[in-house]
Each structure stands twice: as C-alpha cells, then as structure tokens.
C-alpha cells in the first residue's frame, strides 16, 4: 500500500507532465493536492490523464480542420466577389463607351438654313461660298482645318459655336480660324 506522501508525488509528477493542471484537475476529479484512501490510483490517474489528452486533441484538430474550412470558404467568397465586381466595372466602361459613341453619331448635322447657320453663313461645302457675299473667305479654307473643329478626321464633327450638332468638314462659316 502507498503512503499519502507518495500518492502526492505521483499526482504532481502527473500534473506536471500533463502541462495542464487547471484543466485536467476537474477532468480528473481531484479538488487538492492533499491525498486520501478515496483517491484514484496512479494507474488509473495516468489512463485518465490520456484519454482527457487524447480528447482535448481531438477537439484542437476538429477546431483547426472547421477553422481551415472557414477560412477556404472566405477565400472563395472573396474571389468571386471581386471576380464579379470586375465584371460590373467592364460592362459599364462598354455601356459607356457604346452610349458615348451613340450619342456622338445621333447628333444632328446643322441645318444650313437654320437661323443660327443663316447668321454666321454656314455652309456645307465651303467651294459653294459666295465670296462676294463672304469676303473673308479664301480659298482652301473649311471646317477641318479650322481651330475650332472637333471632328479629327471625321467627315461630320462638332463646333462649338453650333453645340449638340455637328458641321461637315468640308463645311466654312464666317467665324473661321485657322488652325495653328
Ligand atoms: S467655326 Fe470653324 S469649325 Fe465651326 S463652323 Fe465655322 S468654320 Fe466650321
């Protein structure tokens, strides 16, 4: 038969093993470190003490695998969010785009009998100007080499002296100005 003493021992050689003595105390049942004939053997202790270890590294590896898991499925989540944002953001630049492009080819060509185009003697085709009539225009002159002309290279661009239509770039009014 052990004697108190080494029972003790043994339980604090047990418990110091185990790492985890504020833990496995309830596990084990033990309320002290003082023993007496009601408590467990060493033996029986140490299977204790295994299975609770056993138990408690269970419990780590499930928490590791869920947080694991979790963490995938955030990742997941995360792509295809962005994934799909990136979608939004492309098909709004081409909406955009495809809007700004109908806009710009719907604008009306001026009407060169409109009383706006009558007043700066506006005409499609600048070699039909009278220069009679237009004495400052010369020769060569039009809209496309005009510094107020919009269109590049276009044959119908905007002015902006004649704002949402557009001239022709054959076209001359009285408000010309070379290009520099
Ligand atoms: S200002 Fe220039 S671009 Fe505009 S209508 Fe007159 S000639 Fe053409």
Same mark, same amino acid.
Not at 18 to 32: E, I, N, R, Y
Not at 100 to 110: F, G
């Given at each position: 038969?052990?004697?108190?003493?080494?029972?003790?021992?043994?339980?604090?050689?047990?418990?110091?093993?185990?790492?985890?003595?504020?833990?496995?105390?309830?596990?084990?049942?033990?309320?002290?470190?003082?023993?007496?004939?009601?408590?467990?053997?060493?033996?029986?202790?140490?299977?204790?003490?295994?299975?609770?270890?056993?138990?408690?590294?269970?419990?780590?590896?499930?928490?590791?695998?869920?947080?694991?898991?979790?963490?995938?499925?955030?990742?997941?989540?995360?792509?295809?969010?962005?994934?799909?944002?990136?979608?939004?953001?492309?098909?709004?630049?081409?909406?955009?785009?495809?809007?700004?492009?109908?806009?710009?080819?719907?604008?009306?060509?001026?009407?060169?009998?409109?009383?706006?185009?009558?007043?700066?003697?506006?005409?499609?085709?600048?070699?039909?100007?009278?220069?009679?009539?237009?004495?400052?225009?010369?020769?060569?002159?039009?809209?496309?080499? %005009?510094?107020?002309?919009?269109?590049?290279?276009?044959?119908?661009?905007? %002015?902006?002296?004649?704002?949402?239509?557009?001239?022709?770039?054959?076209?001359?009014?009285?408000?010309?100005?070379?290009?520099?």
């Amino acid at each position: 038969m052990q004697s108190d003493k080494t029972n003790f021992e043994q339980r604090r050689k047990l418990l110091a093993l185990l790492g985890t003595g504020a833990v496995a105390l309830p596990v084990l049942g033990l309320t002290g470190c003082g023993g007496d004939d009601s408590s467990p053997t060493a033996a029986s202790l140490q299977d204790s003490a295994s299975d609770a270890a056993a138990a408690m590294e269970d419990t780590a590896e499930s928490a590791m695998e869920e947080a694991a898991t979790a963490a995938d499925t955030a990742g997941e989540a995360m792509t295809e969010t962005m994934e799909a944002a990136e979608d939004v953001v492309e098909e709004t630049a081409e909406g955009a785009q495809t809007i700004a492009s109908d806009a710009s080819s719907a604008m009306a060509k001026v009407d060169e009998n409109g009383a706006q185009a009558q007043g700066l003697g506006y005409r499609h085709d600048a070699t039909t100007i009278d220069t009679s009539a237009q004495p400052r225009y010369a020769a060569g002159q039009q809209c496309s080499n %005009c510094a107020l002309w919009q269109g590049g290279d276009a044959e119908w661009g905007g %002015c902006p002296l004649f704002a949402g239509q557009q001239v022709k770039a054959t076209g001359w009014c009285t408000a010309y100005n070379k290009a520099g």
